[in-house]
């Protein structure tokens, strides 16, 4: 057999094999087999030498002719099992949008959080601004600036965590009072904020106190306001967290940076003030402290009291959501306990 129909042969032999072939790799070893060095083509192609000379250029043509059809089949053959393959293995991904999602673990706002952003929500309808102050605070505006001077026997009231003689961690919200009455633009209208944060105080661990609680600090400061404007703040507050049906009472108590004082109690929103045990017998609880501004805090801060008054409140939202939700030991709050947390839901 002459070289050229060997070659045919071989074309024809590569064709049927190459036709089989059911992957790329096994195309490969097709495409080696026959185009590679050592493959059939070359070897049929030894055979040149024995050719007369003049035959070897159509000889050479032929081997070419060979290569490109078989190069040529070969990958096509090669782009259609790709794409054999592809769609099988997106045929395999395919999602079916019919089969119920995985569940995404969802976070919440900590009870705490839930606590007073619904305040602030409150508030914030009502006109007020939100104002942050900070945690460390100088003993001056934390003591001084809310008529507590040195050696004022309140203080002990209030068990101190100090960093220097002069700074220490704030241990109530009632220091933003004394910033913010300082920059107020009384000709802008007048001063209605809230402020909400942690405080700290040295108490001992125990059920019902924790080293760092929150306290909402309110404050309202403008011509001609009352002690009625404060029951009626308070009254809308005390429904808000508590019910609609929730009335409340005024104490007289005594605080430094208030005057006349006030103790808050609400009417008990378990047994509606029958007594119980949430209230211990009594149909009230104790839920802030509040007051009129005193003259001093108001003029230590350049405000003139002769022309403005106000109010001011503090409350802990710590107490008022073991109050709400029966809690009964404070530190609940701060450990963490993904179990206890998850309980809390806003109810929007
Ligand atoms: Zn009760």
């Given at each position: 057999m002459?070289i050229?129909?060997?070659?045919?042969?071989?074309l024809?032999k590569?064709?049927?094999?190459a036709?089989?072939?059911?992957?790329?790799?096994?195309l490969?070893t097709i495409?080696?087999?026959?185009l590679?060095?050592?493959g059939?083509i070359?070897?049929?192609l030894?055979?040149?030498?024995?050719v007369?000379?003049?035959?070897?250029?159509v000889i050479?043509?032929?081997?070419?002719?060979?290569?490109d059809?078989?190069?040529?089949?070969?990958?096509?053959k090669?782009?259609?099992?790709e794409?054999?393959?592809?769609?099988?293995q997106l045929?395999?991904?395919?999602i079916?949008v019919t089969?119920?999602?995985?569940?995404?673990?969802?976070?919440?706002?900590?009870v705490?959080?839930?606590?007073?952003?619904?305040i602030?929500?409150?508030f914030?309808g009502?006109g007020y601004?939100i104002?942050?102050?900070?945690e460390?605070e100088?003993?001056h505006?934390?003591f001084?600036?809310?008529?507590?001077?040195?050696?004022?026997?309140?203080?002990?009231?209030?068990?101190?965590f100090?960093?220097?003689?002069?700074?220490l961690?704030?241990?109530?919200t009632?220091?933003?009072?004394a910033r913010?009455?300082?920059?107020?633009?009384?000709?802008?209208?007048?001063?209605?904020?809230i402020s909400p944060?942690?405080?700290?105080?040295?108490?001992?661990d125990?059920?019902?106190?924790?080293?760092?609680?929150h306290?909402?600090?309110g404050?309202?400061?403008?011509e001609?306001?009352?002690?009625?404007?404060?029951?009626?703040?308070?009254?809308?507050?005390?429904?808000?967290?508590?019910?609609?049906?929730?009335?409340?009472?005024?104490?007289?108590?005594?605080?430094?940076?208030t005057?006349p004082?006030?103790?808050?109690?609400?009417?008990?929103?378990?047994?509606?003030?029958?007594?119980?045990n949430?209230?211990?017998?009594?149909g009230?609880?104790?839920?802030?402290?509040?007051?009129m501004t005193?003259?001093?805090?108001?003029?230590?801060?350049?405000v003139?009291?002769t022309?403005?008054?106000?109010?001011?409140?503090?409350?802990g939202?710590?107490?008022?959501?073991?109050?709400?939700y029966?809690?009964?030991?404070?530190?609940?709050?701060y450990?963490?306990?993904?179990?206890?947390?998850?309980q809390f839901?806003?109810?929007?």
């Amino acid at each position: 057999m002459g070289i050229e129909e060997q070659l045919t042969t071989v074309l024809a032999k590569a064709v049927i094999e190459a036709d089989k072939a059911e992957s790329v790799k096994e195309l490969e070893t097709i495409r080696v087999s026959y185009l590679g060095k050592k493959g059939e083509i070359t070897s049929v192609l030894k055979g040149v030498k024995d050719v007369a000379p003049e035959q070897r250029p159509v000889i050479g043509k032929k081997a070419n002719e060979v290569r490109d059809e078989l190069t040529t089949l070969l990958s096509h053959k090669k782009e259609r099992l790709e794409k054999e393959a592809l769609e099988r293995q997106l045929e395999k991904e395919t999602i079916d949008v019919t089969l119920p999602g995985k569940q995404v673990s969802k976070g919440q706002t900590h009870v705490l959080t839930q606590i007073m952003e619904e305040i602030e929500d409150l508030f914030l309808g009502m006109g007020y601004q939100i104002i942050e102050g900070n945690e460390v605070e100088s003993d001056h505006y934390n003591f001084e600036r809310v008529n507590l001077p040195q050696n004022h026997p309140a203080r002990d009231m209030q068990d101190t965590f100090y960093i220097t003689p002069d700074v220490l961690l704030r241990t109530h919200t009632s220091p933003i009072q004394a910033r913010t009455l300082e920059s107020h633009d009384f000709s802008k209208g007048p001063l209605k904020m809230i402020s909400p944060g942690k405080v700290y105080r040295r108490d001992t661990d125990d059920a019902t106190h924790s080293h760092q609680f929150h306290q909402i600090e309110g404050m309202v400061i403008a011509e001609n306001i009352t002690m009625a404007d404060l029951k009626g703040t308070l009254e809308l507050l005390a429904k808000k967290m508590f019910g609609e049906d929730r009335e409340i009472r005024l104490r007289p108590s005594y605080f430094p940076f208030t005057e006349p004082s006030v103790e808050v109690d609400v009417s008990c929103f378990k047994c509606g003030g029958t007594g119980c045990n949430v209230c211990k017998g009594t149909g009230w609880i104790e839920i802030l402290g509040a007051g009129m501004t005193h003259p001093n805090v108001l003029e230590m801060s350049g405000v003139d009291s002769t022309k403005y008054s106000g109010f001011a409140f503090g409350l802990g939202p710590d107490r008022i959501a073991m109050l709400k939700y029966g809690v009964d030991d404070i530190r609940n709050f701060y450990l963490n306990d993904q179990r206890f947390l998850k309980q809390f839901k806003r109810k929007g």
